[in-house]
């Protein structure tokens, strides 16, 4: 199997026929041995009946559906894990990606040696306030904090190295920071490809304005995650001593003070250092406390692997 096509979708009915001839049009022309995989991501129009019907048809064609609608990282991660392809491509059901961009994306994998291949919608058909403005400051950010330098974070065409799928894991909404799990994952190979870019030819789009939002959420915690998932007491211990360390230097002032120097003085607890004292000391234990948690649990991830295997011999 060279190529498999994932295709996570979400009440796509209008779209699945015309895009699924589209594939295999694409496919035979290049002889391709393939497989496309609808990922049907709890649809509640007729989106299932017609990928059954389409794969009744052609043998290359796999289902996957979901009881309810969980998100394009899950729908995702599903047909990840049924992929069995040298070369896996995502893209839309919508319409709005080509097919015919997967040979090129294929051999860019293939020959080139890219682990990942990332589409890059440089001239989009979405409406420029809602998508095109918020998008370029997403993507800013996203390559300030990540360091992986990609123009088009969020594009839904992108092909990559079997390994490296079968190495990641996408979950709550992270499909929009794969390059960055991949390059956590230690495949730093990647590359971008400017890709053609259609209108929405059917239904609205699934996705409101809250998806910059939880875009942003989410890049934050890949930040965190990359840098301090495997040792929390680095960031809140560091923080805690320096909080705490803050805060008694302030009490042994106030201490000095009214014991040798001003002893006749206001009361302690009528000085405002008293109170940065108090609540920096507070503070500082309250982080080094969940440093310790945090490291307690990652400590008890045992059974969790925290390495990818590359290859092996003889096992
Ligand atoms: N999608 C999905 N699950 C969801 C939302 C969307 O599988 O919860 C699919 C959707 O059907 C489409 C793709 O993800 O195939 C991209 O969604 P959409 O076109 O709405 O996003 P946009 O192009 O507006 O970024
Ligand atoms: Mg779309």
Redesign the pocket.
Known sequence: MQLSII??????EESLKELHDWIVTVMQSNHFLYEIIF?D?GSTDTSWDIIKSISDANSNVKGIRFFK?Y??SQ?LHAGFKAANGEVIITM???L?DSPEEIPELFQLIKTEGYDLISGWKKKRY?SVIAKNIPSKLFNWAARRTSGVKLHDF?C?LKAYKNQVIKNIKVSGEMHRYIPVLAKNAGFSNIGEKIVTHQA?KYGK???GMERFINGFLDLITIWFVSKFGKRPMHLFGALGVLMFIIGFSFAMYLGIDKLFINTTGRLITDRPQFYISLTAMILGTQLFLAGFLGEIMVQSRTNETRYNISERVNL
Do not use: S
């Open positions: 295709i996570p979708l979400l009440n796509e990922v991501d609608n998100g394009k729908a839309d059901a919508d709005q979405d969020n839904g929405r789009t699934k996705f």
